[in-house]
Every structure is written in C-alpha cells, then in structure tokens.
C-alpha cells in the first residue's frame, strides 16, 4: 500500500510532508513504547503512535521508518516537526484512535510490519 | 593479529538533555553509512547506540559513544558518568527500571533498553562502578551478524 493511500484511509492531516513524493510501505507498527519500535518494527512500516516528541521522530530514522502517523488528532509541537523536517521524516495526524486507525488499515489490505521473535530472558 | 581501526569517531552525550537523546545515534548512524558500512549492521548499531545513549540522558550527568569500524567489526563503547548501575543482573531484566516519569513520558523507561541492545549486538560488555559510571562495551560482526537489525 503506498503512504499516500494509508494516510486517505485514516483521514489524516499533513504536519510534515515525505520529502521523497510516492511512498510504498512495507507494512505498519504500532506503539507508544520507543524500545518496542526499537526491538520489533521491520523497515519501511508506517509508525502509528500516540507519542508526539522528538523522540519518535528519531527513533523512525534509526528505524528507517519513513512516516509517523500521530493518533487522537494530538498536537505536534515545533520540535517534533523541526526533528521530522531534519531527519527526512513525514508526519501525519489523525482523529482516529490507534484502535481505529489500525483496524481501518489493517481491513485494507497493510499488514504488521515486525520482526519475528521476542526480548531476550 | 587484531584488525586495524579504518574509521573512528566519538560524539557527546549530555545527561538530562532529553529533547537532544537520539542525537549522538543519529550521527553515528549516518557516520557508518558514509564509512561504506552495511545497511543491517548500521541498523544494529544504532539501535542500540540509540537505547544506550537514552541511557545515559536519563540517568546520567553526561557520557560520549565512541565508535571503531574494522573491515570485519564495527566496536562500540558508551561511557557515562553517573550513579551506575546498581544491580546489573536486574536492569537485564526485560520489564525491570528505575527510569522516572519524565523518561517514560519520552516512550523510553519500559525496562528493554539492555536487553533491546542484547538483541542487537554479538558481544556485549557491561563494567558499573557504582557513583562513577558505566562503560558498555559492544561489538557488532558486518554482514553476517546476528539478522536482528532487518
């Protein structure tokens, strides 16, 4: 599914366009939990979350995750779009809850983009 | 005979700067990239440069990363100094923190930053010197390594 048509399903807002025009995803991850993203999601996924700071932005670029989609119709702060603009990362916001976003998604047709296996005991 | 060093760099790491955790990975990260490292071994690496250093934001005064590439290894070491770790066998536990609010607010503080980094690396070592600091040691073998950055 490209970027363009996940972000028409959820009816988000731009906050930070992609830099790059088209954009296929590799599939989704959800989570407020950086070390989650961190430890499962696979590149090119979509980053649904709820967390707005700088942070997530960083963590989609350690991630090579090209876009963040903000749930809750959140504020973004100028931080968080300066880290975006910085590190070449779209944000989008949606009014929708995570719940809802994902299920839209998910029914059509993006799938979990994450990494077999589970943290180490 | 051990490898010569084909790349080194070192970047700061402030304690308690929250809104820059993330910067000194980000570096590192673009740093393997131009030094020709593979894109799974760069993933590696920083993901766990970036657990590490939000390690060091959030219970640290201040620490560096300091990064060697070999042709067949790239070496990592986080250096804090701060309160230490307590009980290491603790903080390896998955789910086990002593992170504040203010870190969890951040999306870190779930107690899987050493694991996460376990994950990650080949070879981890971890030396606490309780009211200096910590120095985690970690290397990375390129291409072939262990999958977890894909």
């Known amino acids: 599914m490209t970027l363009a048509r996940a972000i028409e399903i959820v009816k988000a807002d731009t906050i930070v366009a992609p830099p790059n025009g088209q954009v296929e995803l590799s599939g989704c991850f959800a989570a407020d939990l950086m070390s989650d993203v961190l430890a499962f999601a696979r590149s090119g996924a979509l980053l649904i979350t709820g967390l707005t700071s700088d942070q997530t932005v960083r963590t989609a670029m350690i991630k090579h995750l090209p876009a963040v989609l903000i749930i809750e119709g959140k504020d973004v702060g100028v931080e968080m779009v300066e880290a975006a603009r910085e590190q070449e990362i779209a944000v989008f916001r949606t009014p929708l809850s995570k719940f809802e976003a994902c299920g839209l998604l998910m029914q059509a047709g993006l799938r979990a983009a994450r990494r077999s296996g589970a943290y180490p005991a | ?150």
Request: proline residues 4%; hydrophobic residues 40%; charged residues 20%.
């Open chain 2, 1 to 150: 005979m051990d490898e010569r060093s084909i790349g080194h760099f070192e970047f700061p790491i402030l304690g308690r700067a929250y809104f820059l955790g993330g910067r000194a990975s980000t570096s590192v990260k673009k740093a393997l990239r131009e030094a020709g490292v593979d894109d799974d071994t760069v993933q590696r690496v920083a993901v766990a440069c970036y657990e590490a250093e939000m390690n060091v934001v959030l219970h640290a005064r201040s620490g560096y990363v300091s990064v060697d590439v070999y042709p067949s290894r790239v070496d990592v070491a986080i250096s804090d100094h701060g309160p230490g770790i307590a009980d290491v066998t603790k903080a390896m536990t998955p789910g086990w923190s002593s992170a504040s609010d203010e870190a969890r607010a951040l999306g870190f503080g779930a107690g899987m930053g050493l694991p996460n980094i376990k994950q990650q690396s080949d070879l981890m070592s971890l030396e606490s010197e309780p009211g200096q600091g910590v120095v985690l040691r970690l290397t990375f073998y390129r291409g072939g390594g262990n999958g977890a950055g894909s």
